[in-house]
């Protein structure tokens, strides 16, 4: 089981390769931790913007998206992809 500061810092690193890996104006200050990343409501990311973190994932934290429903789920929201990358932790066991 992983932390709440944990969670925590990884949320804010994720918020900085947000901004950083997408050129994003939104500033992290202004990103609360379960921000859409796509939609009017959220970042307003596109299709290019989600291939752009889905290789970021990849090679930052080793999470790999292999279909549209994983995608779905995974790049809803900044807190899912938090969880996305604590659970490939636990998983393989790394702290």
């Known amino acids: 089981m992983h932390s709440d500061s944990e969670r925590a810092a990884l949320i804010a690193e994720i918020k900085a390769m947000l901004v950083e890996t997408l050129m ?3 500033p992290v200050e202004e990103m609360t931790d379960d921000q859409l990343l796509f939609g ?3 970042l307003g990311l596109d299709s290019v913007d989600a291939l752009q973190l889905v290789v970021a994932l990849d090679k930052r934290y080793g999470v790999k998206i292999s ?14 992809i938090a969880d996305a990358i604590l659970q490939k932790r636990s998983n393989s066991g790394t702290p």
């Open 24 to 26: 994003l104006p939104t």
């Open 40 to 42: 009017p409501a959220g």
């Open 67 to 80: 279909d549209a429903e994983v995608a779905k789920l995974v790049l809803a929201s900044i807190g899912s």
